[in-house]
């Protein structure tokens, strides 16, 4: 059985947690990118062919794909008819179809990568960064003042 050498007991960061801390907000950016990405397609075709297309108001006839016979619309034609025709109550009920639909894909993503962003930062700050004399650790604000965030 091997012996345990003495010394003190240290919570020292691994170089994953380290990573973590310092792509978290890159990854809250990231997945926020990818949410809102999905949610203005979906928004944008609802609003196109659910909207006004049942109307027949459609101005902007060319898709950016076809999946499965359904025209996928981006944001860009949605805004471009809500500048030129916004005086017209279903152009602006369509294009707030569009963005609620965009934010409501987009803010849950944001919301997880905010917890996890606090989560490994927590992480970080509660190692022990000041070295071997674990007796005298160092005040917080010291700590968020070396990691510059």
Not at 60 to 85: D, G, M
Not at 102 to 108: E, Q, R, S, W
């Amino acid at each position: 059985m091997a012996q345990k050498t003495a010394g003190p007991q240290q919570n020292l960061p691994t170089p994953d947690v380290v990573a973590g801390a310092r792509h978290a907000s890159a990854e809250l950016l990231i997945g926020g990118m990818i949410g809102a990405g999905i949610g203005q397609a979906v928004g944008a075709t609802v609003a196109a062919n659910a909207i006004l297309g049942k109307h027949g108001l459609w101005l902007y006839h060319k898709p950016l794909y076809v999946f499965y016979k359904w025209p996928v619309y981006t944001i860009a034609p949605v805004i471009a008819s809500v500048i030129k025709y916004h005086q017209y109550p279903l152009v602006m009920e369509a294009a707030y179809a569009a963005l609620g639909i965009t934010l409501a894909c987009a803010a849950p993503l944001l919301f997880l990568g905010y917890k996890k962003m606090k989560k490994a930062r927590a992480k970080l700050l509660k190692s022990d960064l000041h070295g071997s004399a674990h007796w005298a650790p160092w005040p917080r604000r010291d700590l968020e003042k070396a990691l510059v965030w």
